[in-house]
């Protein structure tokens, strides 16, 4: 595949993995799979880590963001993780230009998940609902947030996330 075919393809079904699992009346986009994520924990911190910058939605009528939770080693009493969505755009006139919120913390959000802490269980799933209306690209960021108890030392949390859209 040539490097332009492949740019306009990536843009068609964005850049995630351009993996789209069509299944019945939904789509699956997988943004993470199991992996792990590593944090220092300073005191009242908030740090964004940008897990998908474009994803093509344009087709969705609702979708929602699923992120589960493997677990965590030393993960501070106080550190909160979740799951933002918010909106993005690509310009047909200038495929280069990446147009984003600027300034992500402020939000808006069009979705957040509730957020995974210490005592979360193993195996816990979060869904957030897509509020309406879902621009035609939106970028996924993981949001760790270490409150007011420091980190005795490295934290590792284990992650996966994916969105599920369905077409409009």
Known sequence: MSLIRRANYELDVGRVAAMQDRRGDRWTIPILDKCDHYFDGR???IQDITVAQ???TSAWASAVIQARWYGSTSLSASAQISFVVQQAFVGEDDPGQF???ANPLAGPNIALTTAFTAGTAVGSLETAAFANPIGPYVRVFLRFAQGATPAGGQQK????VSLIGRPG
């Open 43 to 45: 005191i009242g911190s």
């Open 54 to 56: 474009i994803v093509n």
């Open 99 to 101: 147009f984003t919120i």
């Open 157 to 160: 949390i284990t992650v996966g």
